[in-house]
């Protein structure tokens, strides 16, 4: 069973950082792509930033409002996603998440198949 | 930035058939995918590639592309159906991910 566990999220104040964990078991971690999203309060679901596999480069994307300031890394030998948050907004306030994102490789091309398993959340609050 | 829209509420009765629209510039050539999210819940996937349907999600649930507009067709609506709905897409390179704004089915 696919299970995903975020944990460190708090409250922090504007300008803080702070440093989320996703622990992750139940299939091949290090070949998968994995993502975090967020979701403000009462709002809708806003993309992170992915990581890819180490065999498909291991590189990063972030969404423009945390470029700069938002990094995410992996530790594929303790099956381990991370999110270190820096020059934290009140805008980041939300539940953060962590998802797969397995690749669909059926048809030739690779395309993602969605993200298809998502941890409880873990809740940031970023206020003075 | 790349947007995607959907309508912000839908509502439809129990037995009906219920389309959760999504528009985008660039669904022509990115596909597109929709989940459900209840509230105090995580997400849950319920189409991926357009119209493809993850294993254990029922066949009332459907999805279709036409153009710069997907959509999610829930036939046989239930009560448990009511929920936030989600279209979600790449932008135009490729690089980012984008979640539509969500649409609100009231059954």
């Known amino acids: 069973e696919v299970q995903l566990a975020e944990s460190g999220g708090g409250l922090v104040k504007p300008g803080g950082s702070l440093s989320l964990s996703c622990a992750a078991s139940?299939?091949?971690?290090?070949?998968?792509?994995m993502n975090w999203v967020r979701q403000a309060p009462g709002k809708g679901l806003e993309w992170v930033g992915r990581?890819?596999?180490?065999?498909?480069?291991?590189?990063?994307d972030h969404a423009a409002p945390v470029k700069g300031r938002f990094t995410i890394s992996r530790d594929d030998s303790n099956n381990r996603l991370y999110l270190q948050m820096n020059s934290l907004k009140t805008e980041d306030t939300g539940v953060y998440y962590c998802?797969?994102?397995?690749?669909?490789?059926?048809?030739?091309?690779?395309?993602?198949?969605?993200?298809?398993?998502w941890g409880q959340g873990t809740l940031v609050t970023v206020s003075s | 930035s790349y947007e995607l829209t959907q309508p912000p509420s839908v509502s439809v009765s129990p037995g009906q058939t219920a389309t959760i629209t999504c528009s985008g510039d660039?669904?022509?050539?990115?596909?597109a995918y929709w989940y459900r999210q209840k509230p105090g819940q995580a997400p849950v996937l319920l189409i991926y590639?357009?119209?493809e349907r993850p294993s254990g999600i029922p066949e009332r649930f459907s999805g279709s592309s036409s153009g710069t507009t997907v959509t999610l067709t829930i036939s046989g609506v239930q009560a448990e159906d009511e929920a936030d709905y989600y279209c979600?897409?790449?932008?135009?390179?490729?690089?980012?991910?984008?979640f539509g704004g969500g649409t609100k089915l009231t059954v």
């Open positions: 998802t797969t994102d397995p690749r669909d490789c059926s048809g030739g091309n690779c395309y993602s198949a969605g993200f298809d398993h």
């Open positions: 139940g299939f091949s971690f290090t070949n998968a792509w």
């Open positions: 990581i890819k596999s180490k065999t498909d480069g291991g590189t990063t």
């Open positions: 660039a669904l022509p050539k990115q596909y």
């Open positions: 590639k357009d119209r």
């Open positions: 979600q897409s790449a932008d135009s390179s490729g690089m980012s991910w984008v």
